[in-house]
């Protein structure tokens, strides 16, 4: 046992007296409420001990321990329905809800996910991962609710930043207009909806959730309904009194009925104010105002830096270093797309606010006036690139493949069907380690190589990540470059912009009789082993165009190929390659190796890829059992 873990443990027996009797939301609503802050320290200091050894999300938990208790102390759930938007934030949710003593499987092989999963709790209402679908999916609860005629309360928890996108937007308009009984908590983490709240602010929300008004409210409103005239004018001052002081005019006209904001690590104020709103009826929204990293220190300093950790020493925040063979495959688009934009001014870049993430940050400050960061609106974003390109501008949208999924129709309808000049730089394309499934980019090549026009490329080291990024750059259409998360083999990468032919392979390895055809960043997997069965291995580079001579050659000077990808089976280059034998009616038997027909759970990439049948012993048991069974047929 590490002495961390020693420390740990001492801590825990002793520092988490009152956290240790929580077991369920049950056992949390029996507490008085005074006793709610001494529980908050003691969950927050315990979130940051348990993440400081197995990684994770940070600052965003730590950023709503005092809104997670409120919640649920003052709601009965999971008769009541919680939805956590994302699902970063919900560690401490976890926490109170059974799972405290599983901490320490966070994220790791057979143990409990990072993102709320139904499957995994029944607190766990809703499973997340993506943005902005909590109040979509609340709203579908809400309606479940009425028409089976039962009461329960549903609350939708969801950040400024996902607010803001496209689908939150949709489901608030719509629960206006079907005026369900549901809550919103808005969670502005960044002050980026208010001014700072204060004391007047937080009187301002009891009174406004209040018993007294709500009757003055609602029996106004009865009173002069047969006055239609005085009736708008007392709306409108009701409105305009309210816009004001708070920034919630935008929900009123929605139909919701907003409150705050109101200051979220005041626990009294909390539980106070959803406690009245809990009375209220139809759709009701609750700002609250907290601060990401809250209660330590190096997370409050650089909330973005603790938003996602690796293990890290609690007493200074300093964190373990990742082990790397060499740059990652973010860092070497981050640098490539400097390097074009500096040869190519109509260059331009688009990120759905992922710039940290995509390595996009040096060419943020060095090109401000040629980047785009158009917040969490995947879809807004493809289509903003594509009216970019009508016009003679060059964009280049980065984006993780999970997060591409969402933007699908823009990449058929308003890119590939006018055959507009933007490049996919798409990040975190196949197995994402400790993230999971949501996070996986599982279904890339599938779903863009059935498109018209589009160009699909899967470099298989560092320096043709760069090369093929400048091909499809300069490609004169729609052109996809899909690479992985973290680092390759390590291949020196070179500083010019030079590009390699559209639409051809190479061959890194002649053998006999196997052909392993490679697509992507399983070439150095493919080449081990190939040494130990003496097969031809080659680097395939395109999905689409498919390099057809090649695999005509390889078709006709061995019995057995074998196509090899980091992405589902169904649809994806392996399948490229059969329609190619298909269509030609070649008889060489074709095996297609790649992610299996499920859901790869949280692990780390090795164990996730010897799941998926990708580790070189699979791959190498599948091929000598083929030629067993060759060598069988033959001797019959």
């Known amino acids: 046992m590490s002495e961390r873990q020693q420390s740990s443990e001492s801590r825990s027996a002793g520092q988490f007296k009152l956290l240790n009797s929580i077991e369920s939301p049950k056992d949390l609503r029996l507490l008085p409420a005074e006793r709610l802050p001494a529980l908050a320290d003691e969950l927050r200091h315990f979130l940051i001990d348990t993440v400081s050894r197995t990684g994770g999300h940070l600052a ?3 950023g709503v321990v005092e809104l997670t208790i409120a919640l649920h102390y003052i709601l009965n759930t999971p008769e009541d329905r919680l939805l956590w938007d994302v699902g970063h934030q919900a560690y401490p949710h976890k926490i109170l809800t059974g799972r405290r003593d599983r901490m320490g499987s966070l994220r790791q092989l057979d143990g409990i996910s990072g993102f709320p999963r139904r499957d995994e709790s029944e607190y766990d209402t809703f499973g997340t991962g993506h943005s902005s679908t909590s109040i979509g999916a609340a709203l579908g609860m809400a309606a479940a ?3 089976m005629g039962v ?6 928890v969801i950040g400024d930043a996902a607010m803001g996108a496209g689908m939150a937007f949709e489901a608030l308009n719509h629960a206006g207009a079907l005026d369900l009984d549901m809550l919103v908590v808005l969670n502005d983490n960044d002050m980026s909806i208010s001014d700072p709240v204060g004391a007047f602010r937080n009187h301002l929300a009891r009174l406004l959730s209040s018993k007294f008004y709500t009757r003055v409210r609602e029996g106004g409103k009865s009173a002069l309904s047969s006055l239609p005239h005085i009736s708008e004018l007392v709306g409108r001052w009701e ?9 919630g005019t935008l929900f009123e006209e929605l139909g919701f009925n907003y ?6 690590h005041d626990l009294e104020t909390l539980t106070a104010t959803l406690q ?20 330590y220190k190096p997370a409050e300093g650089d909330p973005l830096v603790y938003h996602g950790v690796t293990p890290f020493d609690p007493k200074t925040g300093k964190m373990d270093k990742k082990s790397s063979t060499g740059p990652s495959y973010t860092e070497i688009f981050g640098r490539w797309l400097c390097d074009a934009a500096a040869a190519d001014k109509r260059l331009v870049a688009i990120t759905p606010a992922m710039c940290a993430g995509s390595g996009m940050e040096t060419y943020a400050k060095q090109f401000p006036d040629r980047y785009y960061d158009v917040g969490i609106a995947e879809q807004h974003a493809v289509t903003f690139a594509a009216g970019l390109a009508c016009d003679g501008v060059k964009p280049v949208v980065a984006i993780y493949s999970t997060f591409l999924q969402r933007a699908y129709d823009q990449m058929i309808h308003d890119v590939a069907l006018q055959n507009l000049d933007v490049t996919f730089a798409v990040d975190r394309a196949g197995q994402v380690g400790a993230d999971g499934a949501t996070h996986a980019g599982s279904f890339d090549l599938s779903y863009a190589r059935c498109i018209p026009n589009m160009v699909v490329i899967a470099p298989s080291d560092e320096n043709e990540c760069r090369k093929l990024l400048q091909t499809a750059y300069h490609h004169e259409g729609p052109a996809l470059v899909r690479y992985p998360r973290g680092s390759g083999c390590g291949a020196a990468v070179a500083d010019d912009l030079s590009m390699l032919p559209l639409g051809e392979g190479e061959i890194r390895r002649q053998g006999q009789q196997v052909a392993i ?12 082993v190939a040494d130990r069965v003496d097969a031809t291995v080659a680097n395939m580079r395109f999905v689409k165009p498919l390099d057809e001579a090649l695999v005509q050659k390889m078709a006709n000077t061995h019995s057995l190929l074998v196509t090899l990808e980091e992405n589902v089976v169904q649809g994806g280059a392996g399948s490229a390659v059969n329609e190619y034998l298909a269509a030609i009616q070649h008889s060489t038997r074709a095996i297609n190796l790649g992610l299996p027909d499920h ?4 692990a780390t990439p090795a164990q996730q890829l010897k799941e998926a049948g990708l580790d070189a012993e699979s791959i190498l048991q599948v091929i000598n059992q083929a030629l067993k069974q060759e060598s069988g047929l033959a001797a019959g």
């Open 151 to 156: 009461k329960r309360e549903v609350v939708a």
């Open 517 to 528: 055809l490679a697509f992507g960043s399983l070439l150095d997997t493919a080449l081990e």
């Open 60 to 62: 965003a938990g730590l």
């Open 599 to 602: 859901f790869i759970e949280h």
């Open 239 to 247: 409105e305009h009194m309210k816009g004001m002081v708070m920034p």
């Open 276 to 295: 009245n709103m809990k009375l209220m009826h139809g759709p009701r929204l609750l700002h609250v105002v907290t601060q990401k990293g809250r209660g």
């Open 259 to 264: 409150i705050g904001p109101i200051d979220g």
């Open 145 to 147: 609710a009425k028409r």
